[in-house]
């Protein structure tokens, strides 16, 4: 599976978009892209995935450059009850790892009032 | 609703004791999973089920035992050979379509201390 590198923390201001960087320059053309966040002393939540197309639901948009090699989870209208810890996680389909989500140290928001 | 629940949320153990952390999800998810996760760390897969009657090790197994008997429930008994079972537990389930084989959903998850 491909590695993924995200920065450590990130912040930004309540109502403002949060864009939250992962680069996986060594994904492979099966490979898709998932998004989780944890907010403290909770299970993670699944936010949102993709394989080669930009993505939206409700909770956020997932942009993913053309040649794959990163992405960027947006939160539109960050709030205070976005502050969380979010993990980008690359994953084959059905991987022979038995679908072992592995999270890494993934990338700290602050949404500060 | 549907969901995954957890219980207890905290659980308090002598060491030598054996322990059941409860999982059960009415979701209709074929796939359920057992996680740990110590302080400041990522989460580590302990066991999975992708259907009844059939779980799979993951990779820190040793120490636990599971069961899958209903599709709705699978529990973890964190034995007395785990050395260090003092940890936050987490349960999961998935369906197994395809394109979504890691939408995982996660438990509130169990604070487990053993002292």
């Known amino acids: 599976d491909a590695k993924t590198t995200q920065p450590p923390s990130m912040d930004c201001a309540e109502g403002r978009a949060a864009n939250l960087p992962c680069n996986h320059s060594?994904?492979?053309?099966?490979?898709?892209v998932y998004w989780y966040r944890q907010i403290h002393s909770q299970g993670p939540q699944y936010i949102i995935h993709g394989l080669k197309n930009n993505e939206t639901n409700e909770m956020a948009s997932l942009i993913i450059t053309e040649d794959r090699k990163s992405s960027t989870l947006i939160l539109p209208h960050a709030t205070l009850r976005d502050t969380a810890v979010y993990y980008c996680?690359?994953?084959?389909?059905?991987?022979?790892?038995?679908?072992?989500?592995?999270f890494g140290t993934g990338t700290r928001l602050a949404v500060r009032p | 609703d549907g969901g995954i629940t957890q219980s207890p949320k905290y659980l308090f153990r002598k060491e030598g004791q054996n322990v059941t952390l409860s999982c059960e999800q009415n979701?209709?998810?074929?796939?359920m999973y057992w996680y740990r996760q110590d302080p400041g760390q990522g989460l580590r897969l302990i066991y999975y089920?992708?259907?009844?009657?059939?779980?799979q090790k993951g990779d820190i197994a040793e120490g636990y035992s599971v069961s899958r008997e209903k599709k709705e429930s699978f529990p973890l008994t964190v034995t007395s050979a785990q050395k260090n079972p003092t940890a936050f537990y987490l349960c999961?389930?998935?369906?197994?379509?395809?394109?979504?084989?890691?939408?995982?959903?996660f438990g509130p998850g169990t604070r487990l201390t053993v002292t």
């Open positions: 089920s992708q259907i009844v009657n059939d779980f």
């Open positions: 999961a389930s998935s369906s197994r379509r395809p394109g979504r084989a890691y939408e995982q959903y």
């Open positions: 996680i690359v994953r084959v389909d059905w991987g022979s790892s038995g679908d072992k989500l592995t």
């Open positions: 060594t994904i492979s053309g099966n490979e898709y």
């Open positions: 979701l209709n998810h074929d796939a």
